[in-house]
């Protein structure tokens, strides 16, 4: 049996993109199992606590949003109130209903998320651009003023605020700092992937076109409709569960304010910042959101030698902050994802000209 020779030369100019995808696969699994088996070991609860798990919880945030609006094209401001609808939905399930597994409560808190963002997802069926943004401000201030209204959702307790039932997996104690790290990345990843492999399908290709022209889309058969409201259920379905994450395995505690306005700009911001229609792009977002403002406290401390006032640092802090945001959506607005790939692409080719 003979091979023929186009098949033999496709195989020949497949073979370097083969060779790539393998070495992409191997470096991926080096990453994670480095980031299973070092951080629990060497991390110290400084570490854990107050960088690596909000950094994974928010850069599930803004892979959620990122499904919506960088993928799908619908702008949204009301991240943080589908996140509340996740954390309190998660916290009810687990003190309602006796002997619940853990998975499967924050599996029902993205449900229920899901559910309530398919609901506020049906006028995009009318409207797009300012006026959708302007209708999920609007949930976002509703879904906030229903969690602290109502005393049910949080279990009638005085101070209004949900605390983390224990945390436990197969016998396995949770709630240390490195328990806690090890459920918010083993969700992550999981998402991630699932996330990598929507947006590669027919849902996410569909998702793709609605948001580079909606009346082509629908020329062409889409059902545009219905595939916005599933945007919207997904997305919040993301939100929902990292909600779960940031009020159970970072905060301890939280209330209807830990999911406020600023949190919904936080999340919009890691997704421009990183850049939108990008998977790798809300890490690099979340990591400038979540880790710039420590080293820019600690460096003022040690340049100030503690010589200048806890306030003034913190609104300097803030200013070159937003200097450094509004640098890097002037030089290049697709994202930090892109100035990556640009670099990527100089170093491939020098000494020669990009």
Same mark, same amino acid.
């Given at each position: 049996?003979?091979?023929?020779?186009?098949? &033999?030369?496709? *195989?020949? =100019?497949?073979?370097?993109?083969?060779?790539? !995808?393998?070495?992409?696969?191997?470096?991926?699994?080096?990453?994670?199992?480095? *980031?299973?088996?070092?951080?629990?070991?060497?991390?110290?609860?400084?570490?854990?606590?107050?960088?690596?798990?909000?950094?994974?919880?928010?850069?599930?945030?803004?892979?959620?949003?990122?499904?919506?609006?960088?993928?799908?094209?619908?702008?949204?401001?009301?991240? @943080?109130?589908? $996140? *509340?609808?996740?954390?309190?939905?998660?916290?009810?399930?687990?003190?309602?209903?006796?002997?619940?597994?853990?998975?499967?409560?924050?599996?029902?808190?993205?449900?229920?998320? @899901?559910?309530?963002?398919?609901?506020?997802? &049906?006028?995009?069926?009318?409207? #797009?651009?300012?006026?959708? $943004?302007?209708?999920?401000? %609007?949930?976002?201030?509703?879904?906030?003023?229903?969690?602290? #209204?109502?005393?049910?959702?949080?279990?009638?307790?005085?101070?209004?605020?949900?605390?983390?039932?224990?945390?436990?997996?197969?016998?396995?104690?949770?709630?240390?700092? @490195?328990?806690?790290?090890?459920?918010?990345?083993?969700?992550?990843?999981?998402?991630?992937?699932?996330?990598?492999?929507?947006?590669?399908?027919?849902?996410?290709?569909?998702?793709?076109?609605?948001? =580079?022209? =909606?009346?082509?889309?629908?020329?062409?058969?889409?059902?545009?409709?219905?595939?916005?409201?599933?945007?919207? %259920?997904?997305?919040?379905?993301?939100?929902?569960?990292?909600?779960?994450?940031?009020?159970? %395995?970072?905060?301890?505690?939280?209330?209807?304010?830990?999911?406020?306005?600023? !949190?919904?700009?936080?999340?919009?911001?890691?997704?421009?910042?990183?850049?939108?229609?990008?998977?790798?792009?809300?890490?690099?977002? %979340?990591?400038? &959101?979540?880790?710039?403002? &420590?080293?820019?406290?600690?460096?003022?401390?040690?340049?100030?030698?503690?010589?200048? =006032?806890?306030?003034?640092?913190?609104?300097?802090? #803030?200013?070159?902050?937003?200097?450094?945001?509004?640098?890097?959506?002037? #030089?290049?607005?697709?994202?930090?994802?892109?100035?990556? !790939?640009?670099?990527?692409?100089?170093? !491939?080719?020098?000494?020669?000209?990009?």
């Amino acid at each position: 049996m003979t091979t023929s020779i186009p098949s &033999i030369a496709a *195989a020949y =100019d497949e073979a370097p993109v083969t060779l790539l !995808r393998r070495r992409r696969l191997l470096l991926l699994g080096g990453l994670l199992a480095l *980031a299973f088996a070092l951080p629990p070991l060497l991390g110290s609860d400084y570490w854990l606590n107050a960088i690596l798990i909000p950094f994974l919880v928010l850069s599930l945030a803004g892979l959620g949003l990122n499904l919506l609006t960088g993928y799908t094209g619908q702008t949204s401001v009301g991240a @943080a109130g589908f $996140m *509340a609808v996740g954390a309190f939905a998660t916290y009810g399930l687990l003190l309602r209903v006796p002997g619940l597994p853990l998975p499967l409560a924050l599996l029902g808190g993205g449900l229920i998320a @899901a559910a309530v963002g398919w609901l506020f997802g &049906i006028p995009s069926a009318r409207i #797009k651009g300012f006026y959708l $943004m302007v209708t999920t401000l %609007a949930a976002q201030f509703f879904l906030e003023w229903v969690f602290a #209204k109502f005393p049910w959702f949080y279990n009638h307790a005085s101070s209004g605020t949900i605390s983390a039932p224990r945390l436990e997996l197969f016998g396995y104690n949770l709630a240390t700092p @490195a328990g806690r790290y090890l459920l918010a990345l083993s969700c992550v990843v999981l998402l991630t992937w699932v996330a990598h492999n929507l947006v590669r399908s027919q849902i996410g290709r569909n998702w793709m076109a609605i948001r =580079d022209m =909606d009346t082509a889309a629908a020329v062409i058969g889409i059902p545009v409709e219905r595939y916005k409201r599933q945007a919207f %259920a997904v997305s919040s379905f993301y939100l929902g569960i990292a909600g779960a994450l940031w009020a159970f %395995a970072y905060l301890g505690t939280a209330s209807a304010g830990s999911f406020d306005i600023n !949190r919904s700009f936080q999340i919009l911001f890691i997704i421009i910042i990183g850049g939108m229609g990008s998977i790798a792009g809300n890490f690099l977002g %979340a990591a400038f &959101i979540s880790l710039l403002p &420590i080293f820019l406290n600690h460096a003022g401390q040690w340049l100030s030698g503690g010589h200048v =006032d806890t306030g003034q640092l913190q609104n300097l802090q #803030k200013v070159i902050f937003g200097a450094l945001i509004i640098w890097f959506l002037v #030089k290049e607005p697709e994202g930090l994802i892109r100035l990556l !790939r640009n670099l990527a692409e100089r170093l !491939r080719r020098w000494p020669l000209r990009f």
